[in-house]
């Protein structure tokens, strides 16, 4: 999607791969606690030595995206129309910056932190939440069941998922958000730092003060939820939740000014993919094991096991896999 159009076969696998390994020490970088952070004059002495680590991910992920850059614009030619079957994000940003608006001008810079805030922002989220969903869903066949009920009633079992059918799968979007509640992608939100010292509930909280906001236990408080700790979808159903951040007790892509940029992207990824997958196949663990839904904190909540799952078609065409 970002830039599928303009890398293929191997290139595509290595960098994948590539890109996937920076991304990963990239979220574990941002999640570790840095002592600088609450002894501020230490900052310069980077004493875990986190701002050095920081500054060679950002400068191997600069290197990917000028080999990006360059490959597109040579692909594109002079008319920009040598790749115009395979388009692509990256194409799009390269010609919105060409056609050059004086007003907000997008500069090579703007586009390169684009890539890098969806990267970053988008990536790790949906993967390990999509990950939840599936376990959960593993855990509880009754849920499997419905929701494929479901998926039969809207696709029909001779076709495949398009983006179409998602706005009409009520329940596989209830599984979405009880899983965003039970197991939200960023458990303390990205921190927040007030502009002004302000009141809280009674609390001072200071200008340039590190707030955390744990929405990890706000979704699991007994006082706003009934059985917090049940995965039941059914609660979402007819329910007042959205993802506006309005609502104190359930806001997974948090709230506000800093609100996640990319929540209609991350909804039709999530809803596409847990779509596709349980519409094509049914999922059983290898023998022997048990579901093990155990988290694994970080600034990305992860399964601290990864889920291992077996996949049967149940499709009636075979034709539909290939
Ligand atoms: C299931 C998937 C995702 C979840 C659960 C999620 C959740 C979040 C959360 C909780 C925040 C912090 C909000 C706050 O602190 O108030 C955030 C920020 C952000 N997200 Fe997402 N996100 C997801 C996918 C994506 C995708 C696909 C993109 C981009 C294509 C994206 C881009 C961003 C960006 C750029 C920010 C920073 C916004 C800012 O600081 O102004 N996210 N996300």
Redesign the pocket.
């Known amino acids: 999607m970002l830039w599928g159009g303009t890398v293929q076969g191997k290139e595509r696998a290595s960098l994948g791969a590539e890109f996937r390994e920076v991304v990963a020490d990239m979220t574990e970088l941002l999640g570790k606690p840095n002592v600088s952070d609450f002894f501020p004059g230490l900052g310069r002495f980077d004493l875990q030595g986190l701002l050095k680590k920081m500054d060679r991910l950002a400068k191997q992920f600069d290197g990917i995206f000028e080999k990006m850059i360059d490959k597109r614009v040579k692909m594109d030619g002079d008319g920009r129309d040598s790749g115009k079957d395979c388009k692509d994000f990256l194409q799009f940003l390269l010609q919105v910056k060409d056609e050059g608006d004086t007003k907000t001008p997008l500069t090579m810079t703007h586009l390169k932190a684009l890539l890098m805030?969806?990267i970053v922002?988008?990536?790790d989220?949906?993967s390990n939440?999509?990950e939840f969903a599936m376990a959960e869903i593993m855990n509880k066949p009754e849920v499997m069941k419905k929701a494929q009920q479901e998926l039969d009633a809207v696709v029909g079992k001779n076709n495949t998922v398009e983006e179409s059918h998602i706005d009409q799968l009520p329940y596989l979007c209830a599984i979405m958000k009880e899983s965003?509640r039970l197991h939200?992608?960023?458990p303390l939100?990205?921190p927040?730092c007030p502009s002004e010292t302000c009141i809280v509930g009674g609390y001072t909280i200071p200008k340039g003060a590190r707030v955390f906001?744990n929405?990890w236990a706000i979704h699991r408080d007994p006082s706003a939820w009934e059985n917090p700790l049940e995965f039941r979808p059914e609660r979402f159903l007819d329910s007042q939740w959205d993802y506006s951040?309005s609502d104190f007790s359930y806001?997974?892509?948090?709230?506000?000014?800093?609100?996640?940029?990319?929540?209609a992207?991350?909804e039709r990824?999530?809803l596409y993919s847990l779509a596709t997958l349980l519409h094509s196949f049914d999922w059983t663990l290898p023998e022997g094991k048990i579901m093990d839904l155990s988290e694994k904190f970080g600034i990305v909540l992860k399964l601290k096991n990864p889920l291992l799952a077996i996949p049967t078609p149940r499709l009636s065409d075979p034709a539909l896999y290939e």
């Open positions: 805030d969806m922002g988008g990536t989220t949906s939440s999509i965003l939200p992608a960023l939100l990205v927040h906001i929405v951040g806001f997974p892509f948090g709230s506000g000014r800093r609100i996640c940029a990319g929540i992207m991350a990824i999530f």
